[in-house]
C-alpha cells in the first residue's frame, strides 16, 4: 500500500523538477525507490536535432553507450511505446512477451544488461521526429511487474507529464528573455549547433520574414545562394571549438549589404539534459540580423521629415555617426570632399549645431547611433 504522504512529497519533487537547474536523474532515482524498483529511465530522441540521450542513472554506463551506438535501433519494445499516445503506461504485453524475448536485441544485448526484461513506459513528448519516454523495471530476480509498481507508476506518470510541459515553456521563456536583453534594435535569434532555429524576436521574425535571402527551411536557417550558406554554416560551427569563433557574413545585393548576419557564441545557463531539450534545445550559438541598406533608409526619412534634411544631407549625417573623418564618408558616399563640407555647413545650420560633435550628441539623444548604421 503506497504512502500517502511520502507519494505527495515525490509529486513535489517532480514539479521541483521544472526549476532551472533541476536534475531528472535524482527524480528518476526517487520515483524507483518510491515504487520499490530497480531503476527508472528516460529515452530522449530527436534525430532532427542529432539528439539521442539515455538518463539511466542506475544502470552500467557502458550497456547504456551500446545502446545509444547500436542497439536502441533494433529494441522491438520502441514501436509499442513510440506510437502510444502521451501519458499512456505501455508493458511488454504491448509489445509482445514472446517477440521481446526471442529477439536479437533481448538475446545478444539485453540479457547481459544486469536488468529485467519486464518494464512500464509512457511518452512524455511524442511529436514528429521527437520523442522522449520514461520507463521503470523491476528488480531482475523479482522476474515480474508486481501490482504496487504498476499501481505507483501509474499515478505518477501525469505529472511528470505536466512537469516536462511546464519545463519546456519555462526553458523557452527563459531563452526569449535572454534574446531581448541581447540587442534592443537589431534582430536576434539563437539556433542549435546545427543551425535549426530554437527562438527568435520580433525584429528577426520580421527580418525572416520579408528579406528574401534568408529563409527557414525544415527548421533550419538558410541563406540563398547555397555558397554563402555555407559560410553560415560553418561560421556556426566554429562556436564549438578551439579556433576563432563565429564572425560576420554580409550578404549583397545590387545595392550593397541587404543582410547582416554577426555569428557569437552563446554560453547560456548550464542544464541538466531532459525532454524539454526536444522542444528547446541547449542553443550553439546567436545570430544577430541587421539590414543595413533597409535600416539607412528608414532613418534618412526620418532625418528628412524631422529636420527638414535633403535626402543627400541625411545620408551625410548618418555616415558622420562613424566618426571616422570626412574622407572616408566622402569615399563611401561616392561623392568630393568639398561636398561632403558644403553638406555639412547645412547641415550644422538646420539642427543649430556648431560641429561634428554637437551633430553626434543630436542624433544619440534622438536614439541613432553608429550601432544602427
Not at 545590387?254 to 557564441?265: F, H, K, N
Not at 570626412?326 to 549645431?353: C, D, P, S
Request: aromatic share 4%; hydrophobic share 40%.
Amino acid at each position: 500500500m503506497m504512502d500517502q504522504d511520502v507519494m505527495s512529497q515525490l509529486i513535489g519533487r517532480i514539479y521541483d523538477a521544472t526549476l532551472p537547474g533541476a536534475d531528472w536523474a535524482d527524480l528518476l532515482n526517487d520515483i524507483a525507490d518510491f515504487a520499490c524498483a530497480e531503476t527508472v529511465w528516460m529515452v530522449l530522441c530527436a534525430p532532427k536535432i542529432g539528439l539521442s540521450t539515455v538518463i539511466a542513472p542506475r544502470s552500467d554506463p557502458e550497456i547504456i553507450a551500446d545502446y545509444q551506438r547500436h542497439w536502441w535501433s533494433r529494441d522491438p519494445t520502441l514501436a509499442a511505446t513510440g506510437t502510444a499516445p502521451v501519458g499512456r503506461v505501455t508493458s511488454l504485453e504491448d509489445t509482445g512477451r514472446a517477440r521481446f524475448l526471442s529477439s536479437e536485441f533481448h538475446n545478444d544485448f539485453w540479457q547481459r544488461s544486469g536488468h529485467s526484461a519486464e518494464r512500464l513506459a509512457a511518452n512524455l513528448i511524442s511529436d514528429p521526429g521527437a520523442v522522449a519516454s520514461i520507463g521503470i523495471q523491476p528488480y531482475r530476480q523479482a522476474g515480474r511487474i508486481e501490482p504496487e509498481i504498476s499501481r505507483t507508476f501509474s499515478a505518477l506518470v501525469p505529472h511528470v507529464v505536466r512537469a516536462v510541459e511546464i519545463r519546456s515553456t519555462l526553458r523557452e521563456i527563459e531563452m526569449a528573455r535572454d534574446l531581448a536583453r541581447t540587442t534592443p534594435r537589431k534582430g536576434a535569434l539563437l539556433v542549435d549547433r546545427n543551425g535549426h532555429l530554437i527562438v527568435a524576436d520580433d525584429k528577426a521574425e520580421s527580418i525572416v520574414r520579408t528579406n528574401d535571402r534568408i529563409v527557414i527551411d525544415g527548421g533550419e536557417i538558410a541563406i540563398r545562394p547555397g555558397t554563402e550558406n555555407d559560410q553560415l554554416r560553418r561560421l556556426i560551427a566554429s562556436c564549438h571549438t578551439n579556433c576563432v569563433k563565429g564572425g560576420r557574413l554580409d550578404v549583397r545585393n545590387e545595392e550593397g549589404v541587404g543582410l547582416s548576419i554577426e555569428v557569437l557564441p552563446f554560453s547560456g545557463p548550464k542544464i541538466h539534459p531532459g525532454p524539454e531539450v526536444l522542444r528547446c534545445p541547449q542553443p550553439g550559438a546567436l545570430l544577430i540580423l541587421s539590414e543595413p541598406i533597409r535600416e539607412r533608409c528608414t532613418l534618412a526619412t526620418r532625418l528628412k521629415d524631422e529636420f527638414g534634411l535633403t535626402q543627400a544631407e541625411a545620408l551625410v549625417t548618418l555616415e558622420l555617426m562613424r566618426s571616422d573623418g570626412r574622407a572616408a564618408v566622402a569615399e563611401r558616399l561616392g561623392v568630393t570632399l568639398a561636398t561632403v563640407r558644403t553638406h555639412m555647413m547645412r547641415i550644422f545650420e538646420k539642427l543649430e549645431v556648431n560641429n561634428q560633435t554637437a551633430l553626434v550628441s543630436s542624433m544619440l539623444r534622438i536614439g541613432i547611433d553608429a550601432d544602427r548604421l
